[in-house]
């Protein structure tokens, strides 16, 4: 497909540069900016470049922030005895969604995956154990995916925080809410009858 | 979903305004671009105003175009007789995949819609006649979508085009390529019985 016009072409390059996004799809996104106003498609342009020029990370939990030390770790109302671990910032902002958080957060900014070539020295971890050592963190709460990879590394740093005075413990795994039994996996309802929990901690909420 | 950084929420706005893409597929996009060197960004998002800054509709076939006729309007060497109507560029990129037509294109930049409130008075008609009228062109092909307003538009265009000494064609339907008997729709497989053509012009191509 060749549009005859270098610069839709290259418009078209740079947009199927986004993940999952195909040559097809961004031509149909490029015509969609082109049948906006000028103005607006500086407005959007300008959102990017500023985000990549000012965004950096947060000094104490490595999260994405627009300051040097992020609107999460700033704020006084929060838990400092619980902290919790997890793989970035999404995963911040789907636990924020719940509502049922109200520690810090340590961001890793990614897992442990030897195929992907990744290595704990490339993750938050160093930086993780220095904070939770002599402060008033009690509890280290492991949010890491329930992949192998989310496993491994949460194994990693159970056997890093273990040396410290501090409790460890891991998210909940077991059948979703509103799942049925038929259709969950062997493996997670296999663990969600060994992990099972007194009847009266499961009517909290 | 709340990332708490003022710089990704606004990014993710803007976003997620692309046809398709909802806040969750915005902030992977938005969240990939960081991934990148500033230079990056910085080119991606020039290539978007670069593009709504300098494109222009071609002088001759309404097409966008970097200059003020394109380069298919402007190459001597396509067939003057020949002129293809189409709805937008996408048609265009289309039809120029195939390698079989090796006429002109006039871009309608739209389809008569009452729905949508498409008048043909929005669409380039006006000057699809003017251009037809008293030029080499011998056949108008109407290639439209096989919608019910590609149909009406095409009806139209007829309507239009017959007073002037042109023959009007339409791309033919029917069963696609490769299609099955059996997994065709009906009304398609119906036309494709009544429009059925002689063996021999199939052999072409």
């Known amino acids: 497909m060749n549009s005859s016009s270098r610069l839709i072409e290259e418009a078209v390059d740079q ?42 990370y947060c000094k104490t939990c490595h999260n994405l922030s627009d300051e040097e030390e992020c609107s999460i770790c700033k704020t006084p109302r929060r838990d400092n005895g619980l902290l919790c671990v997890v793989q970035d910032i999404r995963d911040v902002m789907a636990i924020e969604g719940t509502g049922q958080f109200s520690g810090r957060y340590h961001v890793l900014g990614g897992i442990i995956s030897p195929m992907d070539g990744i290595s704990p020295s490339q993750l938050n971890i160093d930086s993780l154990v220095e904070r939770v050592a002599g ?6 709460i492991l949010a890491l ?44 309802l296999g663990r969600s009858i060994l992990l099972r929990t007194p009847y009266e901690s499961s009517l909290k909420r």
Request: aromatic share 6%; glycine share 6%.
């Open 145 to 188: 995916s329930a992949t192998m990879e989310g496993e491994t590394t949460s194994f990693y740093l159970f056997k890093k925080l273990s040396p410290l005075n501090v409790a460890v413990s891991t998210i909940a795994r077991g059948v979703a809410v509103g799942g049925e039994l038929e259709y969950t996996d062997e493996v997670t």
């Open 15 to 56: 947009v199927s540069s986004l993940p999952g996004v195909g040559r097809k799809t961004a031509l149909r996104f490029v015509l969609d900016l082109l049948r906006r106003k000028p103005e607006e498609v500086m407005r959007f342009a300008e959102s990017l470049i500023t985000l990549r020029d000012n965004i950096r």
């Open 135 to 140: 402060s008033e963190v009690k509890e280290v």
